[in-house]
């Protein structure tokens, strides 16, 4: 009885912190910094409804996934793969789910630390009064001001580099475990009293309209791409750092509650920011589509006007960073254990190594915002602009398509029933019927839809050169070939799963 009673507070006490290291990973820059200005610019209610279905119908169920791979694993992203891989006598290239995600990590850290530099000046320019009495001029020039001056933004980027690089050498102690305990919840607190203030000084009614009436003919295949690379970004999905962190789940924890809460949560801070935003932007004439400037634009009219402004300003962009820096210990951590194991070298060093790569890629964002803003890696995309659509957009959603393939069809059924301690067989039931069938088939279309032109490749008289739009759309070669080459894969997979069970209960 004892010993009951021991394990299942340490169960719990394991749990819980598992449950406030993912939030940490989940909640960041992506609910507060990139919902809200991407909701700008696809729209509003549209966009807003598709980022809630795609949370729901491929998010949470790559989550579970994850999870389940990481705790079955308990390794490193990288190594779990391996693990995984031979457990279930699947083939190597599955081992691509570790090295994308160890690189996708890699490079949206670049461009994650820059911006979670905006937010630490941001501190000090509120804490010493700048906005207060701020109109948008100010606003807006103060945000401006601070784009065109690449050393300010080199020092931001790597101040943050190092308080990063300094958890990960230490490890994830205790005092960071107890921080996000009271951080967090204050971050929430915080969000609730900005939209008490937006109710009262915005635009809140168009605010809502805004973000909550679903017009569709607003939306575009890319919309819907930015929509799901965007589930992937806010849950930190596709890339292990999930993974990572399910390994320290206890064995008997339920993973499906666990992944409700934490996805539930994450949601809430985003639509709570943008309803602390939205009516301040509608109340002041800013543009909802200005751009990755939204917050620190918005945000600092608000506190400028209000009482105790130059306090609350300075404790939410604390805040803001805080979560920021939450989410980027868990970006860096899988490339960090891959240089580990690759080079067999200290924490430390791999820290060092991995920190001053990351933040010399950074140098391409910080100058994508001044001397180098008309250079274009992708088409009409500034560096910044190329590696946000790049890895949210691209590696992201394939990362976490492979792991859906690789949970549903490349691992033998009953290791995926015995790691998920099933005491409801419907929800397990339906869980697996959604990983195997409605996530890998929903990413396929809208990557098909959005990554691939229209268009007949061959036959350019077909397409508008003002507009891009195509003069007869019935002419989609370049998405019927890419959908006929995704079928063919599938299917293949599904049909090889189907030849294992055999195999593996008369093993
Ligand atoms: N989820 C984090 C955010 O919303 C960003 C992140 C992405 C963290 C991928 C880890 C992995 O800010």
New binding site residues.
């Given amino acids: 009885m004892a010993n009951n009673n021991q394990s299942v507070h340490g169960i719990w006490r394991n749990r819980w912190i598992f449950i406030l290291a993912a939030t940490g990973?989940?909640?960041?820059?992506?609910?507060i910094w990139?919902f809200p200005y991407i909701t700008g610019e696809h729209g509003g209610g549209a966009f807003v409804l598709m980022y809630l279905a795609c949370i729901a119908l491929v998010g949470v169920p790559i989550m579970v996934a994850e999870v389940a791979m990481g705790r079955r694993g308990r390794q490193s992203p990288i190594n779990t793969m391996s693990s995984l891989i031979s457990e279930a006598k699947a083939g190597p290239a599955w081992k691509a789910i570790g090295w994308m995600g160890a690189l996708a990590?890699f490079l949206?850290l670049s461009f994650?630390s820059v911006i979670a530099g905006w937010a630490l000046s941001y501190v000090l320019k509120m804490a010493t009064g700048t906005f207060v009495g701020a109109d948008q001029d100010l606003a807006g020039g103060q945000f401006g001001d601070m784009l065109a001056d690449p050393s300010g933004l080199m020092l931001w980027h790597t101040v943050f580099m190092v308080l990063t690089a300094g958890v990960i050498m230490r490890g994830v102690n205790k005092g960071i475990e107890s921080a996000i305990q009271i951080l967090m919840p204050l971050l929430f607190v915080l969000l609730i009293v900005l939209i008490g203030y937006a109710a009262k000084n915005g635009d809140f009614s168009k605010a809502v309209h805004f973000m909550f009436d679903a017009d569709f003919s607003k939306l575009t295949a890319e919309s819907v791409l930015v929509a799901l690379g965007h589930a992937f970004?806010?849950?930190?999905?596709g890339?292990g750092?999930i993974m990572a962190y399910g390994a320290y789940m206890p064995r008997q924890a339920s993973i499906g509650t666990t992944v409700f809460a934490i996805a539930g949560l994450d949601t809430l801070v985003a639509l709570l920011a943008g309803l602390a935003i939205f009516p301040i932007v509608f109340a002041n004439g800013l543009e909802p589509s200005a751009g990755p400037g939204l917050l620190f634009v918005s945000l600092p009219i608000a506190f400028g006007n209000m009482a105790g402004g130059q306090f609350f300003g300075a404790l939410f962009f604390i805040l803001v960073s805080f979560a920021?820096w939450s989410?980027a210990i868990?970006?860096i951590e899988p490339a960090t254990a891959w240089a580990i194991e690759r080079f067999k070298t200290t924490r430390t060093k791999a820290t060092i190594a991995i920190a001053s790569i990351i933040w010399v890629l950074g140098i391409g964002t910080v100058l994508s915002f001044n001397d180098w803003s008309e250079f274009h890696l992708l088409p009409g995309k500034t560096i910044f602009d190329s590696l946000d659509f790049i890895t949210a957009n691209i590696m992201?959603p394939l990362g976490g398509l492979l792991i859906a393939l690789f949970v549903g069809f490349g691992m033998k059924y009953h290791h995926v029933y015995n790691e998920m301690q099933v005491k409801n067989a419907v929800f397990f039931n339906i869980w697996y019927v959604l990983l195997r069938f409605v996530t890998p088939i929903a990413i396929g279309i809208v990557f098909i839809s959005g990554l691939l032109p229209e268009c007949s490749l061959m036959d350019e008289s077909l397409l508008n050169a003002e507009t891009g739009e195509c003069s007869n759309p019935t002419y989609m070669q370049p998405r019927v070939i890419g959908g006929v080459i995704l079928a063919i894969a599938y299917i293949a997979i599904v049909v090889k799963s189907l030849k294992k069970p055999a195999r593996g209960l008369s093993s």
Avoid at 233 to 237: A, D, H, I, K, R
Wanted: glycine share 14%; charged share 5%; proline share 0%.
């Fill in positions: 990973s989940a909640v960041g820059l992506g609910n990139k990590g949206i994650y970004f806010t849950l930190s999905l890339m750092a920021a989410s868990s970006l992201l």
